[in-house]
C-alpha cells in the first residue's frame, strides 16, 4: 500500500481525521458502532483485500533469494524497537504503566508505505522494500497475536482464560479481518482481466484508498476515544508520551543503522532495511488494535494514542533522514 509519494499528503489527511474528530466526536464515534461496526469492519475487509490485490508477488519472492538475510532483517523489524523500549525504559523516559502499549507498538510491521516511498527517495532498492516490509506485514497477525496472549495476564485482560486460549479466541476474528481478504485479494490479482483493470487509468486511482480509508479508522477510533476519555486526559496523554516517542525514533533509527551494516554491505540495501526497521504500521497497527482490544479493560486510547503518535513522528522525522542519505551517505 502506497502513501502519496512524499508522506505529506496522508500526514495531512492525518491531521485532518484527527481534527474532525476532536470537533465532533459524537459523530464519529457514532459512525464507529454504526450497525453493530458495520463500516468500520467493512474499511478493515477492504484494506486488506487491497493489499493482496496490490502485491507483487515477483518482488515478495526475490526476498526469498538469500533465507538467511531474510530472516535477519524479519527479526531486526521486531528486536531494533523492543531493544528501544526497554531502553527508554531504563533511562526513564516514560512511566511504567505506559510499558505494555510500547511492547506492542514494537511488535507491530513495519509500514509497507512510507518505507518504500522513503527508500525510493533517498536512492535506495525499494523493490528489496517492498519484499521485506510485506513478508512483515504477512506474519504480524501472528507475532501481535502471541505478544498479546503472553502479556494478556498483565494489562491485556480479555477474558478469564489463559493467553493460549485467548489466542485460540482471537486467532479466527484477526484471519477473517486480515489474512483472508489480503490472500483473497492476491489470488483475485493473478487473473488476467483484474490485473487490467488495476494497471488501466481506473484502477490506478485505488492507490488513493488505503490512506484514505486509513484516516477513516482514525477517525472513527479518536471519536471513540475522545468520547469516552474526554479532550484533557487525551491532551494530557499526548503531552505524557510525545518526547518519550520521539527519543525512542531517534534510538530506534541509531540500532536499525547498526543492524542494517550487520546484514548488508550494498548501500542501496541498507537504506532500505534502515526504513523497514525504523517505521512501524499505522494500516496493520490500527487494524489490530480494534480487533484485539475489543471488550479488553484496559482502555482503548492506551493502546492507540501512542500509535497514532509514533506515526506522525515517524512520517515527519524520516523526512530528514531522506535528506541526510542522499547528501552524506
Not at 526475490?62 to 532483517?73: H, M, R, S, T, W
Not at 505506559?98 to 533517498?122: G, Q
Amino acid at each position: 500500500m502506497r502513501v502519496f509519494p512524499n508522506g505529506f499528503g496522508f500526514a495531512a489527511l492525518l491531521v485532518l481525521a484527527i481534527y474532525s474528530a476532536w470537533v465532533w466526536p459524537e459523530i464519529a464515534n457514532g459512525f464507529n458502532h454504526w450497525a453493530g461496526g458495520f463500516l468500520s469492519k467493512f474499511v478493515l475487509l477492504s484494506l486488506f483485500f487491497l493489499q493482496g490485490l496490490k502485491m507483487e508477488k515477483k518482488k515478495l519472492f526475490g526476498a526469498f533469494e538469500n533465507p538467511l538475510k531474510l530472516v535477519a532483517v524479519q527479526l531486526g523489524v521486531f528486536i531494533c524497537p523492543i531493544l528501544m523500549v526497554f531502553i527508554g525504559y531504563s533511562l526513564d523516559f516514560f512511566e511504567a504503566g505506559w510499558l505494555n502499549a510500547f511492547i506492542v507498538l514494537a511488535f507491530l510491521p513495519t509500514t509497507i508505505s512510507s518505507s518504500v516511498v522513503y527508500t525510493r527517495y533517498a536512492h535506495g532498492d525499494a523493490d528489496f522494500a517492498i519484499g521485506q516490509s510485506t513478508i512483515s506485514n504477512l506474519i504480524s497477525p501472528f507475532v501481535v497475536l502471541l505478544v498479546w496472549g503472553c502479556l494478556e495476564e498483565e494489562k491485556l485482560r480479555l477474558t478469564e482464560t489463559g493467553g493460549m486460549e485467548l489466542v485460540a479466541v482471537v486467532f479466527p476474528k484477526v484471519f477473517l479481518l486480515t489474512l483472508l481478504p489480503c490472500f483473497l485479494g492476491w489470488r483475485l490479482s493473478l487473473h488476467p482481466s483484474v490485473q487490467k483493470v488495476v494497471c488501466s487509468n481506473s484502477g490506478s486511482y485505488l492507490k488513493y484508498f488505503p490512506s484514505v480509508g486509513i484516516s477513516c479508522l482514525v477517525f472513527f477510533s479518536m471519536g471513540q476515544v475522545i468520547s469516552s476519555e474526554g479532550r484533557e486526559t487525551c491532551l494530557e496523554c499526548a503531552d505524557e508520551l510525545f518526547f518519550p516517542l520521539v527519543a525512542g525514533w531517534i534510538i530506534l533509527v541509531l540500532l536499525s543503522l547498526v543492524w542494517s551494516r550487520c546484514v548488508e554491505r550494498p548501500f542501496e540495501r541498507r537504506v532500505a532495511i534502515l526504513f523497514c526497521l525504523s517505521q512501524k504500521s499505522l494500516a496493520m497497527g490500527l487494524p489490530m488494535l480494534q480487533i484485539l482490544s475489543d471488550g479488553s479493560n484496559a482502555s482503548f486510547s492506551y493502546w492507540l494514542i501512542p500509535l497514532v503518535l509514533f506515526h506522525f513522528i515517524q512520517l515527519l522525522l524520516g523526512i530528514p533522514l531522506i535528506g541526510f542519505h542522499r547528501k552524506f551517505v
